[in-house]
């Protein structure tokens, strides 16, 4: 069955304070990893997708990680715009569930 | 373009009364992914389709949850005789698909469902 854990469950951080999110997994057969933003009353936002271990992608103040066991979404300098949960999600290789299994995110508070 | 809809965004039922949620996916996608999140937990999936098969219905949680897309583009989700504990909101993704594998799933604002 496949897995995913985030953590920590919250963050509080002040303005421009650097820190990192963590998505550790266990799938059948990883077709990819997936990062999204969720704003409260709203749907999940698409941030990225990663593929293999070693990958990194980046989007502003968003870098998201991949290893073969785990996924790291940093965030440099966040500002008050940041906040948001963030959930991350594992989709399986073909052949297996297209559904995607996400894990239960991490709420994310920037302080002015 | 457009993204993903849902309709009602709200939806106040009676236990016992039957509810039908509508999702429009985006427009060309193939794919359709029906999810159900509680409150201060991840999404979880219930069904999929592909076109207007139904590819995987395993999350489905009971016999009383029942999806179709007639037509490969609209979906409804219904629920017969609501309990308390469907309560959540229901959110429905969209993608294309590929033979590769590698398509993004996006979300339309949900439905969020409560069963007095």
């Known amino acids: 069955e496949d897995q995913v854990t985030q953590s920590p469950e919250a963050l509080r951080l002040q303005e421009g304070e650097s820190s990192s999110l963590n998505c550790s997994y266990t799938?059948?057969?990883?077709?990819?990893l997936f990062w999204y933003r969720q704003d409260p009353g709203k749907g999940p936002e698409f941030l990225f997708t990663l593929y293999s271990a070693g990958e990194e992608k980046e989007k502003e103040r968003l870098k998201a990680t991949l290893t073969k066991k785990e996924s790291f979404l940093h965030i440099t300098a966040p500002k008050p715009e940041d906040s948001a949960t963030y959930l991350c999600?594992?989709?399986?290789?073909?052949?297996?569930?297209?559904?995607?299994?996400f894990g239960k995110g991490t709420h994310l508070i920037i302080q002015p | 373009g457009a993204g993903v809809s849902q309709s009602p965004r709200y939806k106040v039922a009676k236990r016992g009364q039957d509810v039908a949620l509508r999702c429009d996916p985006i427009?060309?996608?193939?794919?359709l992914f029906w999810y159900q999140q509680a409150l201060g937990q991840g999404p979880e999936f219930l069904t999929y389709?592909?076109?207007?098969?139904?590819?995987?219905k395993s999350g489905l949680p009971s016999d009383r949850f029942f999806a179709e897309r007639p037509e490969g583009s609209v979906s409804t989700l219904k629920i017969q005789r609501t309990q308390q504990e469907d309560s959540a909101v229901y959110l429905c993704a969209s993608s294309t698909w590929t033979s590769g594998g590698r398509e993004t799933q996006y979300f339309g604002p949900g439905t969020r469902l409560l069963v007095l």
């Open positions: 427009s060309g996608h193939v794919s």
């Open positions: 389709f592909q076109n207007e098969a139904q590819l995987d």
């Open positions: 999600a594992v989709q399986a290789e073909r052949g297996g569930a297209d559904g995607l299994t």
């Open positions: 799938v059948s057969g990883l077709r990819g």
